[in-house]
C-alpha cells in the first residue's frame, strides 16, 4: 500500500487529475454511443409543410404521446422511426396535411443495410415525387402539388415492361393554367423518369378538372383547347364589334 502512494506520489497529482479527466471523458462518450445505438433514430415525418399545418401536426402528435423533433423554420417533423407508422396514419385519418413532401432527404437518416430491395425502390420513388412536387410549386400560378408514379415491372416472359405513367393533381391559384404551363409541367415529370413520356403524363387540379389527359398527344391538352376556345372567342367579339360599328357609323 505504501508502495502504490509512494508511485502516486511520484507520477504527480497534475498528471493523475490529467488521466482521470481523459477516462471518464472516454467513459461519457462510451456511454452515449452506447444509447444511441439503443434508440431507434428519427424518420422524416413530413416536410415543407406551411406554418399552419405543421402546426396542426405537432398539435396531433402531441395529443397522441407521439415525440417528435421540428427542423428548420418549422416546417420538416422527425419522429421516432419505431412511431412513423402510426403518426402517419393519424395525420392521414385527421386530413391535416396537403401541402407535405418528402425528398431526397429521406435519405438523410436511413441505412440501407437491412432494407429490402423492395423497400429501397419504394423510398427512391418516394424521394422523386416529392422532389417533382416541389419543383413544380415553384412554377408560376401554382400553390400545391402531388405527383404519383406507376413504374410497372417486368412481369416473366415479358421482352419489355409496359410504359411507366404518372399523374400529377395541382392547386391553381388565379385561374386557369394555360396550355405552355400544362405542357411545361409534363415535360418536367417526363423527363425525370426514364422511358416515361410527356403524353403519359395526367395533369389535373383541385377542382377536378382534367388538364391534360394520359393519353394526350405533345399538342393537344384541355388547357390548349380551352386556350383555344378563349382566342376564338375573342376574335368573335372583335369581328361583332367591327359589323356592329360599321352599322351603326
Known amino acids: 500500500m ?30 452515449f454511443v452506447m444509447l444511441r445505438i439503443g434508440q431507434a433514430p428519427d424518420a422524416l415525418l413530413y416536410s415543407n409543410l406551411d406554418l399552419r399545418e405543421a ?15 421540428s427542423r428548420g423554420d418549422g416546417s420538416t417533423i422527425f419522429v421516432n422511426r419505431d412511431q ?35 423497400q429501397q425502390n419504394l423510398n427512391e420513388k418516394r424521394a422523386l415525387e416529392g422532389e417533382l412536387a ?4 415553384t412554377m408560376r400560378g401554382i400553390q400545391s402539388a402531388r405527383v404519383m408514379i406507376a413504374l410497372p415491372r417486368r412481369e416473366l416472359f415479358q421482352s419489355q415492361a409496359a410504359e411507366p405513367t404518372a399523374s400529377v393533381v395541382v392547386g391553381v391559384t ?5 396550355g405552355a404551363q400544362v405542357q411545361a409541367i409534363r415535360n418536367v415529370v417526363a423527363s425525370s423518369v426514364p422511358n416515361l413520356k410527356p403524353e403519359k403524363v395526367t395533369l389535373t387540379d383541385t377542382s377536378n378538372r ?17 386556350e383555344a376556345r378563349g382566342q376564338t372567342e375573342a376574335q368573335l367579339q372583335a ?5 356592329v360599328e360599321g352599322v351603326v357609323g
Open 174 to 178: 388565379g385561374g386557369q393554367l394555360t
Open 210 to 226: 382534367t388538364l391534360a389527359a394520359g393519353t394526350d398527344g405533345e399538342g393537344f391538352s384541355a388547357a390548349s383547347a380551352e
Open 55 to 69: 402546426s396542426e401536426v405537432t398539435t396531433a402528435l402531441d395529443g397522441a404521446g407521439i415525440k417528435y423533433t
Open 2 to 31: 505504501g508502495g502504490f502512494t509512494a508511485a502516486l506520489q511520484k507520477f504527480g497529482i497534475g498528471r493523475l487529475t490529467v488521466v482521470l479527466g481523459v477516462a471518464a471523458g472516454v467513459a461519457a462518450v462510451l456511454v
Open 134 to 137: 416541389r419543383t413544380i410549386q
Open 239 to 243: 369581328r361583332i364589334k367591327d359589323i
Open 84 to 118: 412513423v407508422g402510426e403518426a402517419r396514419m393519424l395525420v392521414a385519418g385527421k386530413g391535416l396535411v396537403s401541402s407535405g413532401s418528402v425528398g431526397y432527404e429521406i435519405f438523410d437518416n436511413q441505412s440501407v443495410l437491412g432494407q429490402t430491395e423492395f
